[in-house]
């Protein structure tokens, strides 16, 4: 099964953590956090799309001003979502800049950002020199963002600061059964996205496809196609040990096929992981495990542990593998 979602961490874990993710068949990308993006060739940043802002301290947020430049003279709008203070911080990246020449260029950014139960739209474009435009006023339920086929899921948390978690969900993966398609003597082809928009979009089973110059409706089709449970990734980073930090996150990310979590710093040092408002590697395998997720990326480590011989990806692969001593020991009769 061909995933819909190709994800990978463009940094390395003691470095800015940044999730791109492409869709396949799109020309089209996401971006979870915009920290140092400059390993992103021209072509990966001319596909983003969407970018999902945790918060806005400088190793998450300072490779907006590289996305920018890359995208000033396209067309398709940019939409970065986020915290409650996300419009006053790219009002304030924008200002930093004159913008008297640009008149003619095309770049729309809209900007979306959360509090509570709450959703507020602005935006800036080139054509206006970005000034802000505001925009309205939404009720929040949870969902960032939802198309035909995903959504993304937001749970908020607390760094001292309001912070934001993602998760990525696919409702449902379409798949094409080949050996029915060759069976049927049809031949692969831009059709097989069009059948599977229609399915995702609930087209009515009268609706036509055309294909070699034969006609199809879509329930002579239905029968190539198998329908399994969606792909889902997740992204959590920098959250303060709290017991209701931990419950939202378990249930943003639970049943994730992978989880991208921070493992700040090592148990041992959990005394610092309160001060400075992070998870440990033990809490957040911990985290991964009771999630039920299928696969586990720790990832933000401190850069104290960068030359020690036992790393938080250590610590937090062991908790998440652990298996619970209650399943150990024999039922007594």
């Known amino acids: 099964m061909k995933p819909t979602f190709i994800h990978r961490?463009?940094?390395?874990?003691?470095?800015?953590?940044?999730?791109?993710?492409?869709?396949?068949?799109?020309?089209?990308?996401?971006?979870?956090?915009?920290g140092s993006i400059e390993r992103l060739k021209s072509g990966d940043l001319q596909k983003i799309t969407d970018v999902f802002v945790t918060h806005t301290h400088i190793d998450h947020f300072i490779g907006f001003d590289t996305l920018?430049?890359?995208?000033?003279r396209r067309e398709r709008p940019l939409r970065i979502y986020g915290p409650s203070n996300i419009t006053e911080c790219i009002e304030g990246k924008l200002r930093g800049y004159t913008w008297n020449l640009i008149r003619e260029y095309p770049l729309k950014i809209e900007v979306l950002s959360v509090k509570e139960d709450k959703m507020v739209t602005s935006s800036f474009y080139a054509e206006n020199c970005f000034e802000k435009k505001q925009g309205n006023i939404f009720n929040f339920d949870g969902v960032i963002l939802k198309e035909p086929f995903f959504r993304v899921n937001v749970a908020q948390l607390d760094h001292q600061i309001p912070c934001l978690a993602f998760s990525l969900e696919e409702d449902f993966h379409i798949n094409i059964n080949k050996?029915?398609?060759?069976?049927?003597?049809?031949?692969?082809?831009?059709?097989?996205a069009e059948l599977k928009k229609a399915i995702r979009e609930q087209k009515s089973g009268d609706t036509e496809f055309v294909i070699n110059g034969g006609r199809y409706s879509l329930n002579e089709l239905k029968d190539i196609v198998k329908i399994t449970k969606g792909q889902k990734i997740s992204y959590v980073t920098d959250v303060s040990l709290t017991e209701?930090?931990?419950?939202?996150?378990?249930?943003?990310?639970?049943?994730?096929?992978?989880?991208?979590?921070?493992?700040y710093f090592l148990e041992k040092d959990r005394d610092r992981a309160l001060e400075r408002f992070h998870l440990t590697a033990k809490t957040a395998g911990m985290i991964a495990r009771e999630a039920r997720v299928g696969n586990f990326v720790a990832m933000h480590f401190s850069p104290k542990y960068r030359s020690k011989s036992e790393t938080p990806e250590d610590e937090a692969i062991r908790e998440f593998k652990m298996v619970k001593k209650c399943a150990l020991i024999p039922e007594q009769h």
């Open 179 to 192: 050996a029915v398609l060759i069976d049927r003597g049809l031949p692969v082809g831009p059709w097989l």
């Open 68 to 72: 920018l430049r890359a995208l000033l």
């Open 244 to 263: 209701e930090n931990i419950r939202k996150v378990i249930e943003l990310v639970h049943s994730s096929d992978t989880l991208y979590c921070e493992a």
């Open 9 to 34: 961490l463009i940094n390395g874990p003691f470095e800015d953590p940044c999730l791109f993710v492409r869709i396949i068949r799109e020309k089209r990308a996401f971006l979870f956090d915009i």
